[in-house]
């Protein structure tokens, strides 16, 4: 054998027993990540809206552009809060926020980062409960601010992670755009209306059907 | 010694690494996750695990083909077998240990460009057995675990005042913050290698002497 069928022979076969290798893990993999994401988000959602017993999605487009919420319901199947995924540029790459949002529209409950990849050590630490924790109970509307070195003052402020502003400031832009796009798409008093006509038709929610 | 030099020769694989060829501080290599990853305890810890695991495998599979790989196509084959691993990790963690995964984020697609392991392929792997490249699979990947582990202590130390997340220096400390921002990596890589290079120049001179 020649030494390029020899070059040859050796890149297509490792290229292809390792293209087959990935293939199989990756059909037994990815099902179980799907899995695992899914999950990740039902529980963003609880924790976001610690008093919902169950939740249904909510779709609607507007502006050509589909925005997603998730309302918590109550055992007694009132709506306790809707929570929805605010994504946007951090200091590397996305931040994924789970946004849980009072029907009062103006407190948030609770958020959950998601996603993130920041700087480990510093950017990531907002995904510590100690930062997450700061957004509960604090004023959404018109919206939220970020303090550096202090204790927040103000009920809409929250104190930014020291050496990580850019991450913290990601995180308060992401949850002030993904508001505004919500409350644009399911104004108050038609999500009040939604609620009356959606709930006895819902698939989303097994609660519903009962409630129905 | 002559009688059980097959272990010693393979016990002298493992220890290698841990001083005389202890990766970021004597080869320096690997130095972009050193400096990268090592501004916690855990951080780097999680990073010196992950590189081991692909490390060993490396070896393994470059070490039992070293026969049938052209030399002149050995590089890109070596790339294409360590990202096949990183990949398989990345993959088994996503979806067996999702928190492990979350936490190590986007370290473990890193080790592909990780310079040890094409390191130890070319300098060791290719020329060795299969056992031997296990013994010093370990033996790197474990020095280098330490290392990241060193790094982390003296910077989660200096610039949180924790170890682990565990408070260690009390309120009186003013975390410097420096050490845990990349400048502080630097100072903290360049310290550990001068202070490597003194011990061990100090040890070289002694046998000297006598």
Same mark, same amino acid.
């Given at each position: 054998?020649?030494?390029?069928?020899?070059?040859?022979?050796?890149?297509?076969?490792?290229?292809?027993?390792?293209?087959?290798?990935?293939?199989?893990?990756?059909?037994?993999?990815?099902?179980?990540?799907?899995?695992?994401?899914?999950?990740?988000?039902?529980?963003?959602?609880?924790?976001?809206?610690?008093?919902?017993?169950?939740?249904?999605?909510?779709?609607?487009?507007?502006?050509?552009?589909?925005?997603?919420?998730?309302?918590?319901?109550?055992?007694?199947?009132?709506?306790?809060?809707?929570?929805?995924?605010?994504?946007?540029?951090?200091?590397?790459?996305?931040?994924?926020?789970?946004?849980?949002?009072?029907?009062?529209?103006?407190?948030?409950?609770?958020?959950?980062?998601?996603?993130?990849?920041?700087?480990?050590?510093?950017?990531?630490?907002?995904?510590?409960?100690?930062?997450?924790?700061?957004?509960?109970?604090?004023?959404?509307?018109?919206?939220?601010?970020?303090?550096?070195?202090?204790?927040?003052?103000?009920?809409?402020?929250?104190?930014?992670?020291?050496?990580?502003?850019?991450?913290?400031?990601?995180?308060?832009?992401?949850?002030?755009?993904?508001?505004?796009?919500?409350?644009?798409?399911?104004?108050?008093?038609?999500?009040?209306?939604?609620?009356?006509?959606?709930?006895?038709?819902?698939?989303?929610?097994?609660?519903?059907?009962?409630?129905? | 010694?002559?009688?059980?030099?097959?272990?010693?020769?393979?016990?002298?694989?493992?220890?290698?690494?841990?001083?005389?060829?202890?990766?970021?501080?004597?080869?320096?290599?690997?130095?972009? !996750?050193?400096?990268?990853?090592?501004?916690?305890?855990?951080?780097?810890?999680?990073?010196?695990?992950?590189?081991?695991?692909?490390?060993?495998?490396?070896?393994?599979?470059?070490?039992?083909?070293?026969?049938?790989?052209? !030399?002149?196509?050995?590089?890109?084959?070596?790339?294409?077998?360590?990202?096949?691993?990183?990949?398989?990790?990345?993959?088994?963690?996503?979806?067996?240990? !999702?928190?492990?995964?979350?936490?190590?984020?986007?370290?473990?697609?890193?080790?592909?460009?990780?310079?040890?392991?094409?390191?130890?392929?070319?300098?060791?792997?290719?020329?060795?057995?299969?056992?031997?490249?296990?013994?010093?699979?370990?033996?790197?990947?474990?020095?280098?675990?330490?290392?990241?582990?060193?790094?982390?202590?003296?910077?989660?130390?200096?610039?949180?005042?924790?170890?682990?997340?565990?408070?260690?220096?009390?309120?009186?400390?003013?975390?410097?913050?420096?050490?845990?921002?990349?400048?502080?990596?630097?100072?903290?890589?360049?310290?550990?290698?001068?202070?490597?290079?003194?011990?061990?120049?100090?040890?070289?001179?002694?046998?000297?002497?006598?």
């Amino acid at each position: 054998m020649n030494n390029v069928t020899k070059m040859f022979l050796n890149l297509v076969v490792i290229g292809a027993v390792s293209g087959a290798i990935l293939a199989a893990i990756y059909h037994v993999a990815d099902p179980m990540i799907q899995a695992n994401k899914e999950k990740e988000l039902k529980e963003a959602i609880f924790v976001v809206l610690p008093d919902a017993k169950d939740y249904k999605v909510i779709k609607k487009t507007v502006d050509k552009e589909e925005v997603t919420i998730f309302e918590g319901i109550d055992a007694a199947l009132a709506p306790v809060g809707i929570a929805f995924k605010a994504d946007g540029g951090g200091f590397q790459g996305n931040v994924g926020v789970m946004v849980g949002l009072n029907m009062d529209y103006l407190h948030l409950k609770g958020i959950r980062i998601l996603d993130q990849v920041e700087t480990p050590g510093l950017g990531n630490r907002i995904s510590e409960p100690a930062f997450e924790g700061q957004f509960k109970g604090i004023e959404a509307t018109p919206r939220v601010e970020y303090i550096k070195n202090r204790k927040p003052e103000k009920p809409n402020q929250i104190q930014a992670i020291t050496g990580a502003t850019i991450s913290s400031n990601a995180v308060v832009t992401n949850i002030n755009n993904a508001v505004a796009k919500v409350l644009k798409a399911f104004p108050k008093e038609e999500v009040e209306r939604m609620e009356k006509e959606i709930r006895p038709a819902s698939k989303e929610s097994k609660e519903a059907k009962h409630g129905g | 010694m002559a009688d059980n030099g097959n272990n010693v020769s393979l016990w002298r694989e493992f220890k290698k690494g841990l001083w005389q060829e202890i990766p970021p501080f004597r080869l320096v290599l690997g130095t972009c !996750p050193t400096l990268a990853v090592t501004n916690s305890v855990k951080n780097g810890v999680a990073m010196g695990l992950a590189t081991l695991f692909v490390l060993f495998w490396s070896n393994i599979i470059i070490s039992a083909v070293r026969k049938t790989i052209s !030399p002149q196509v050995r590089i890109a084959a070596y790339v294409v077998i360590i990202a096949l691993l990183v990949t398989i990790a990345d993959m088994f963690l996503a979806a067996v240990f !999702p928190a492990i995964s979350k936490a190590l984020g986007p370290y473990v697609p890193l080790i592909v460009v990780n310079c040890i392991l094409l390191g130890r392929a070319e300098a060791f792997a290719q020329k060795n057995p299969v056992i031997p490249s296990i013994f010093d699979a370990l033996g790197i990947g474990l020095g280098f675990t330490m290392s990241l582990a060193t790094m982390g202590s003296i910077r989660e130390l200096l610039g949180f005042g924790s170890i682990l997340n565990f408070k260690i220096l009390g309120n009186w400390f003013e975390p410097w913050i420096v050490m845990i921002l990349p400048a502080g990596a630097f100072m903290v890589f360049g310290g550990l290698i001068a202070l490597i290079n003194y011990i061990s120049s100090r040890k070289q001179g002694g046998e000297n002497l006598v």
